[in-house]
């Protein structure tokens, strides 16, 4: 392995701890900081340090990964007070990982040049086991330079790079057509199941049988287990998909393109956020199905059984 670089990793969720995790194994040298303790506690535990603000992560690192949840979160934890882009080292990379609209991309990669640093539009996918394996997907573009800092950390983290071009935005609009197709796979597949259920039909069958047949998704063989053992502890939220669809509705909207099929997954997930189940796994789309339809699914209490 090439020299161990010093690291700042923001955000320390279930993609963040994760990928810090892996550049911890890859024996770079990880400080990273996130707002619940939890994830600060397991780098610590892991060999990494837990700063308490990204510019006590970022002080003196030849390169900062930021793994927020959107625009908002990056431009803070890089340019708001206490961010990173104040005391990463002159010249640092920074790989954004975010699912944001291609124009913040683009903005914050020329706010970042301007300050002599070097910047790459990197969306991830692929979950967090992945991350934690070192194993996701991401979807890069910026400059041959930026490219090149970033390798020792690409590979740390990804099993696979798709390099799709020079300037920052390519890579958040290839990531925001993959959000479009996993919200429509989640929504869809959640209504299957339901609807599966609604005929009598036994719902560990169904999985085996279309998980084999022309009508499975990776998000249906991926979720439908989280619907079978009725464990809805979030690995992928049903805020996450309000964010995501929400980006790609704005994009359509200004752009005049219509998105009839996202906008109908888009309102499945803010229904579902709006029965109490924002910070729940994905999945619970199927939850609130089975709730119209007065249907009870594995680890659920049948409706009209509820104590009070």
């Given at each position: 392995?090439?020299?161990?670089?010093?690291?700042?990793?923001?955000?320390?969720?279930?993609?963040?701890?994760?990928?810090?995790?892996?550049?911890?194994?890859?024996?770079?040298?990880?400080?990273?900081?996130?707002?619940?303790?939890?994830?600060?506690?397991?780098?610590?535990?892991?060999?990494?340090?837990?700063?308490?603000?990204?510019?006590?992560?970022?002080?003196?690192?030849?390169?900062?990964?930021?793994?927020?949840?959107?625009?908002?979160?990056?431009?803070?934890?890089?340019?708001?007070?206490?961010?990173?882009?104040?005391?990463?080292?002159?010249?640092?990379?920074?790989?954004?990982?975010?699912?944001?609209?291609?124009?913040?991309?683009?903005?914050?990669?020329?706010?970042?040049?301007e300050?002599?640093?070097?910047?790459?539009d990197?969306?991830?996918s692929?979950?967090?086991?992945?991350?934690?394996?070192?194993?996701?997907?991401?979807?890069a573009?910026?400059?041959?330079a930026?490219?090149?800092?970033?390798?020792?950390?690409?590979?740390?983290?990804a099993?696979?790079?798709h390099?799709?071009?020079?300037?920052?935005?390519i890579?958040?609009?290839?990531?925001?057509?993959n959000?479009?197709?996993?919200?429509?796979?989640?929504?869809?597949?959640?209504e299957?199941?339901v609807?599966?259920?609604?005929?009598?039909?036994?719902?560990?069958?169904?999985?085996e049988?279309?998980?084999?047949?022309?009508?499975?998704?990776?998000?249906?063989?991926?979720?439908?287990?989280?619907?079978?053992?009725?464990d809805?502890?979030?690995?992928?939220?049903?805020?996450?998909?309000?964010?995501?669809?929400?980006?790609?509705?704005?994009?359509?909207r200004?752009?005049?393109?219509?998105?009839?099929?996202?906008?109908s997954?888009?309102?499945?997930?803010?229904?579902?956020?709006?029965?109490?189940?924002?910070?729940?796994?994905?999945?619970?789309?199927?939850?609130?199905?089975?709730?119209?339809?007065?249907?009870?699914?594995?680890?659920?209490?049948?409706?009209?059984?509820?104590?009070?």
């Amino acid at each position: 392995m090439a020299s161990p670089l010093d690291v700042a990793v923001i955000g320390l969720g279930s993609m963040g701890l994760g990928m810090a995790l892996s550049l911890v194994r890859a024996g770079h040298r990880v400080a990273g900081c996130d707002i619940a303790e939890p994830g600060r506690a397991a780098l610590a535990a892991a060999g990494g340090h837990a700063a308490a603000t990204p510019a006590e992560a970022a002080r003196g690192a030849s390169a900062a990964l930021v793994v927020v949840v959107n625009a908002a979160q990056t431009e803070a934890v890089l340019f708001g007070p206490e961010g990173a882009a104040a005391t990463l080292a002159p010249g640092a990379l920074i790989v954004s990982s975010a699912t944001m609209a291609p124009a913040d991309a683009r903005r914050f990669a020329a706010r970042a040049e301007e300050a002599g640093f070097h910047y790459l539009d990197a969306p991830i996918s692929g979950g967090a086991a992945k991350a934690e394996a070192g194993a996701l997907t991401v979807m890069a573009s910026g400059s041959p330079a930026a490219f090149e800092a970033a390798r020792p950390l690409l590979s740390a983290i990804a099993a696979t790079v798709h390099e799709l071009g020079g300037e920052a935005g390519i890579g958040a609009s290839f990531k925001i057509v993959n959000q479009l197709l996993a919200g429509v796979h989640i929504a869809a597949a959640c209504e299957a199941m339901v609807f599966a259920k609604s005929l009598g039909l036994d719902l560990d069958r169904v999985f085996e049988v279309i998980s084999q047949s022309a009508g499975t998704s990776w998000m249906f063989e991926n979720r439908v287990p989280h619907i079978l053992e009725g464990d809805y502890r979030p690995k992928s939220a049903v805020s996450i998909f309000t964010k995501d669809l929400g980006i790609v509705s704005d994009i359509g909207r200004s752009g005049s393109f219509p998105l009839p099929i996202a906008a109908s997954a888009l309102q499945l997930f803010v229904a579902t956020a709006a029965a109490g189940m924002a910070r729940d796994d994905d999945a619970s789309v199927a939850r609130l199905y089975a709730r119209i339809a007065g249907l009870d699914l594995p680890g659920e209490t049948p409706p009209g059984t509820e104590t009070r």
